[in-house]
């Protein structure tokens, strides 16, 4: 059974999980917004390289994308999830010589 939120719109009875996490908030997302997003996770991917490639590529990177976690922590709890993620992945690829500038 679902229930009527403030917005007007109808949410899921069990509400979002701790993290945030909505499927129909995700469905109704702009999808320029979406597009925004991408964007940022390519920037943090881009950073997240950074970050292995030296001590000063590092010194670079470190203050931007602890600017980006921060923005990601706040906007969103999955938002700043796929952030993490992102780091991850990228610092792993680029440790394996998968990524190059």
């Given at each position: 059974m679902s229930e009527i939120r403030t917005d007007g719109g109808e949410g899921s009875a069990a509400g979002p999980?701790?993290?945030?996490?909505?499927?129909?908030?995700?469905?109704?997302?702009?999808?320029?917004?979406?597009?925004?997003?991408?964007?940022?996770?390519?920037?943090?991917?881009?950073?997240?390289?950074?970050?292995?490639?030296?001590?000063w590529p590092a010194v670079i990177a470190a203050v931007p994308l602890g600017a980006f976690l921060y923005f990601g922590w706040h906007s969103s709890k999955p938002f700043f999830l796929a952030q993490v993620l992102t780091i991850a992945v990228t610092v792993a690829a680029t440790t394996m010589g998968?990524?190059?500038?």
């Open positions: 999980s701790a993290w945030g996490f909505d499927l129909e908030e995700l469905r109704r997302r702009n999808p320029i917004a979406v597009g925004m997003d991408l964007l940022y996770l390519v920037t943090t991917a881009f950073f997240g390289h950074m970050l292995v490639r030296g001590f998968l990524v190059s500038l």
